[in-house]
């Protein structure tokens, strides 16, 4: 798997803020992980002790 930084502007990280996006994201990865046998806290470790 390969990570890629994105850096959003003010305008686009209000937008995914009030659009909801970043909480549909989350749950799509964290089905996904537990379909895979990961943990969640994957997502925790890999964002520098921060949550998505």
Same mark, same amino acid.
């Given at each position: 798997m390969? @990570?890629t930084?994105?850096?959003? !502007?003010?305008? =686009?990280?209000?937008?995914? *803020?009030? /659009?909801?996006? *970043?909480? =549909?994201? @989350? ?7 537990? *379909?895979?046998?990961? /943990?969640? !806290?994957?997502? @925790? /470790?890999?964002?520098?002790? /921060?949550?998505?």
């Open positions: 390969k @990570r930084t994105v850096t959003l !502007d003010g305008e =686009a990280e209000w937008l995914v *803020e009030a /659009s909801g996006a *970043e909480t =549909a994201l @989350r749950q799509v990865l964290e089905q996904w992980l537990a *379909e895979h046998g990961e /943990s969640p !806290d994957v997502l @925790r /470790s890999e964002g520098g002790g /921060s949550a998505c």
